[in-house]
């Protein structure tokens, strides 16, 4: 997963995926999360997977679909 990431950046890319996909991330990748995010971090990173697994599964259930963007969209590199 990642392999053109940073280690620390695969790692919560990793704790990420356990979040979202199980009940309960393993006690291994939790250490590892905590070996290298604060407590507080920690806790921003769930919170920001639990506001977007909310907000996916509201637009699941409500059947919403994407916005459609007409138009050009400027990639990163643009100014």
Do not use: K, N
């Not at 991330?25 to 604060?38: E, G, K, P, T, Y």
């Amino acid at each position: 997963m990642g392999g053109d990431l940073p280690p620390i950046d695969r790692m919560v890319a990793e704790f990420v995926t356990a979040v979202i996909t199980t009940p309960r991330v393993a006690d291994r990748l939790f250490d590892q999360a905590h070996a290298v995010l604060s407590d507080r971090e920690i806790v921003e990173v769930l919170q920001i997977c639990g506001y977007y697994w909310c907000l996916a599964r509201v637009a699941t259930v409500l059947d919403i679909t994407s916005t459609t963007i007409h138009g050009q969209m400027p990639s990163l590199g643009d100014s």
